[in-house]
C-alpha cells in the first residue's frame, strides 16, 4: 500500500499514536530513497536532522508537510533547532540543513509537493543564517542552555553520572549566589533526567556516539580523497 504523505491531515484531532507511526514510516521511506543515498557521501550517519524536522514542525508549529511554507522552516530552523536542540561540535550542524534538503528533494520528487520549490530554495541560501543562530546563546532555551553549559565545562551531556555531576556544581553556584553563572533548573532538564533513568536519549540531544562516528566517517573519506 503506498504511503499517503497527506494522512495527518486528514484527522480532525491531534492523534500520537497515529503520528508517530507516520513519521516513522515516512522516515524510513525516506532513508531507503536515492536522495538519502546521494547524502549518505557527506553524513554515512545521517537521519537525526530529517526525522526532527518532521517531528519539530508537527509538535512544535502545528504544520503537516503538505501544509509547511518558506515561513514555516524558517521558524524551525532559525528559531525551534536552535531554542530545543544541543549540539556538542560545530561539525554536528554541517550536514542539518544539507540533509533537510535532501529529505524535502524526496518529498518533491514523489509526492509532487506544491510547497516543496519554495522551501528548498529557501534552504539552498539558508545555511550561514542557521549555523550562526545554532551557536547563538541568546536563542537557547533553559534546558539547552543548561546542557550546552554543561557539555562547555566538559561534562558528557548524555551521561546521567555526568549531569549529576554539573547539575552538584549548579546547585552550588546557586547556594553561593552565583546565580548568573548558570541557568535555572528548569521543568525540561527534569524530563531529560527522567529519559536518561529509563536509558533513553533525550530528542534534542545528537546522539554523540552517532556522531562521533559520522565524523570519523567524513575524515576518512576526506583523507581518501587526497591520496
Known sequence: ???DIYALDKLEDYDEENTEAYQEAL???????PEAEAHRELDPEMGFWSYQSIYYAQAYIGVTLPQMDKANMEELLLDIFPRKISISSPDEMETAVPEISAFWRYLQRVYKLRNAGKILAFL????PQFIRAMQDPSKF????SFFMQGHAAGFDMTDKTEVNKFMLLHNMAMMQGNVEALPPVSPDIAAMMNLLDEGKRPSTQPS???????????KKKKKQRRR
Open 1 to 3: 500500500m503506498a504511503f
Open 124 to 127: 539552498d541560501q539558508v545555511q
Open 27 to 33: 522516515h524510513q521511506l525516506f532513508a531507503e530513497s
Open 208 to 218: 554523540t556516539h552517532k556522531r562521533s562516528k559520522a565524523r570519523d566517517a567524513r
Open 141 to 144: 532555551g533553559m534546558a539547552k
